[in-house]
Nanobody, 126 residues
Framework: QVQLVESGGGLVQAGDSLRLSCAAS????????IAWFRQAPGKEREGVSC???????FNVDSVKGRFTLSRDNAKNTVYLQMNSLKPEDTAVYYC????????????????????WGQGTQVTVSS
């Protein structure tokens, strides 16, 4: 059974950092793309970043230079390092996979991903 569990969210001040974790079970994460999305209150879910099995990464413009993805295959976990956080980063953050192995590139189109975690709340105060 494919399962993704996010953790690491919290309440921080603007300019602080957080590292979110996406732990996988039921499959070996190192063969698949993992993407991060977020949803702020009253807004649609939006893509943030993704990483392929080969380490190709993509970040949307609003987080470029601030957010970084990495993988720890031994722990079956992907991390989203978030630096220089802004109040507009406040949202519930979700990780997801489409279970398509060995992709060369990745995108953060919501409809591509069929397996989702439960989300972790990130709140950035000004």
């Amino acid at each position: 059974q494919v399962q993704l569990v996010e953790s690491g969210g919290g309440l921080v001040q603007a300019g602080d950092s957080l590292r979110l974790s996406c732990a996988a079970s039921g499959f070996t994460l190192d063969s698949y793309t993992i993407a991060w999305f977020r949803q702020a209150p009253g807004k649609e879910r939006e893509g943030v970043s993704c990483i392929t099995s080969d380490g190709y990464t993509f970040n949307v413009d609003s987080v470029k230079g601030r957010f970084t993805l990495s993988r720890d295959n031994a722990k079956n976990t992907v991390y989203l390092q978030m630096n220089s956080l802004k109040p507009e980063d406040t949202a519930v953050y979700y990780c997801a996979t489409d279970m398509t192995p060995f992709q060369v590139f990745c995108t953060v189109v919501t409809g591509r991903y069929g397996y989702w975690g439960q989300g972790t709340q990130v709140t950035v105060s000004s």
